[in-house]
């Protein structure tokens, strides 16, 4: 599957942001997918993710209350919608798929391109 993520971009504290993450190939409905965040200098970690079928959402702490994810109708594009922006969210923004869900970036076969979120203070 390939999956492209979109959406990021610059916004202020407090702003908000909805990432796309569209799949070509297979129906993203068959994967858990995830998002995860790489700020510069600093590893890759993760944001959200979200089950097969879309019955279960899981969060990094960070997110919680502020992020949600979630899979349009017809199954091919996963969101993370992002509210109440902290600088501390600044990073690239990648989403990624796989069979079964897990926090850790490297269980995830299938990878976007990353976008990049800027969060002014």
């Known amino acids: 599957v390939q999956l492209q993520a979109s959406g990021g971009g610059l916004v202020q504290a407090g702003g908000s942001l909805r990432l796309s993450c569209s799949a070509s190939?297979?129906?993203?409905?068959?994967?858990?997918v995830g998002w995860f965040r790489q700020a510069p200098g600093k590893e890759r970690e993760f944001v959200a993710a979200?089950?097969?079928?879309?019955?279960?959402?899981y969060y990094a702490d960070s997110g919680k209350g502020r992020f949600a994810i979630s899979r349009d109708v017809g199954g091919n594009t996963v969101y993370l919608q992002m509210n109440s922006l902290k600088p501390e969210d600044t990073a690239v923004y990648y989403c990624?798929?796989?069979?079964?869900?897990?926090?850790?970036?490297?269980?995830?076969?299938?990878w976007g391109q990353g976008t990049l979120v800027t969060v002014s203070s």
């Open positions: 190939g297979r129906t993203l409905s068959r994967y858990t």
């Open positions: 990624a798929a796989d069979s079964d869900y897990s926090t850790k970036w490297s269980m995830y076969d299938y």
């Open positions: 979200l089950s097969r079928g879309g019955g279960t959402a």
